[in-house]
């Protein structure tokens, strides 16, 4: 809803702005659904795990 205060704008200016603001994102959406962790980034990031006492064995 709009309410002029002041002046008296035209049927044109009028349009305008109600097209401008018809134009403007609904921020009263719905959030986006959360990220499921096997579509993180991260995850192709780790380091594969050595297993136990991997690190003793020499190369």
Not at 28 to 42: G, K, N, V
């Amino acid at each position: 809803m709009l309410r002029i205060v002041r002046g008296e704008p035209s049927d044109e200016e009028l349009a305008a702005l109600i097209t401008v603001l018809a134009a403007l994102p609904n921020t009263a959406a719905e959030p986006p659904a959360p990220r499921s962790a096997w579509a993180d980034p991260a995850y192709r990031l780790r380091t594969p795990d050595l297993g136990r006492r991997q690190w003793r064995r020499p190369r």
